[in-house]
């Protein structure tokens, strides 16, 4: 297993790297996204040289605020040049996999179903893109949509090699038990990578340290292992006092063990 730490886009993104190096976690999650990390304006060649002088490997991130199931065409194709963007940068950083949030803005424009279809046509079309610069792409479930067994089916149904990011805290969202294990124990096999933060159920994505909400750390983590799931878990944990991050980490490592 190993665990990473996504950069903060309102910061420095070479000091959020140098940061994550320092502290050794094993990866960072690139997030590329604006002001401080735009896929446009970030210099690949010395974040490629400070990843490798701390040993980091790196997963991709793209914003979550995407609109890719717009109403407006033309905002789905601007949202697909921006994926694009951000995938060319991933392939220069010879980072192999790649997440994409569902656009849950859809879910308040449209019925549900209406959205889910938006939202696959974006997502196929995103996941064509991926492939032709050689990254395996991710859906990470959210809070409001793509959250359930169903939903989650539908979706590979239609797009068979996307694969799975699994978010534990989303998946305590809006609903009326965390479904995380559902969602482990029916798509193991396509299960790339993880998040893990903390809130207090409801719709508040809070972004808690392992332990200050109400998530059952142990229990996700057994039927984590139980598929022998052994690789990259961020810890998306947003606090001022990055000391929050260490314990975290410390919590999740002796919970593993």
Request: aromatic residues 8%; charged residues 25%.
């Amino acid at each position: 297993m190993k665990i990473g730490v996504m950069n903060n886009p309102m910061g420095n993104l070479m000091k959020e790297i140098a940061w994550i190096g320092e502290n050794r976690f094993d990866f960072i999650d690139l997030t590329l996204e604006p002001p401080n990390a735009y896929s446009l304006d970030i210099e690949i060649d010395k974040i490629d040289e400070l990843l490798g002088k701390y040993g980091l490997d790196a997963v991709g991130h793209t914003a979550y605020y995407l609109p890719l199931a717009s109403p407006f065409r033309a905002f789905c194709d601007l949202a697909l040049k921006e994926l694009e963007n951000c995938f060319s940068v991933f392939n220069r950083l010879n980072i192999t996999k790649v997440n994409l949030h569902p656009d849950e803005n859809s879910a308040s424009i449209f019925n549900r179903d209406e959205a889910i279809k938006r939202n696959i046509n974006g997502i196929k079309r995103a996941e064509k893109i991926a492939r032709d610069y050689g990254l395996v792409l991710m859906v990470e479930n959210s809070g409001k949509i793509f959250n359930s067994v169903d939903e989650l089916e539908t979706l590979f149904g239609k797009i068979p090699d996307l694969q799975l990011h699994l978010d534990v805290g989303h998946s305590n969202l809006n609903v009326e038990k965390n479904r995380a294990e559902e969602i482990i124990e029916r798509f193991h096999n396509k299960l790339a990578h993880i998040h893990f933060s903390d809130n207090k159920g409801g719709n508040a994505d809070l972004h808690l340290p392992l332990g200050a909400g109400l998530i059952s750390w142990e229990q996700i983590i057994r039927s984590i292992k139980k598929h022998n799931y052994d690789g990259t878990i961020t810890l998306e944990v947003f606090s001022r006092d990055r000391r929050y991050l260490l314990a975290s980490r410390e919590k999740l490592l002796e919970m593993w063990n």
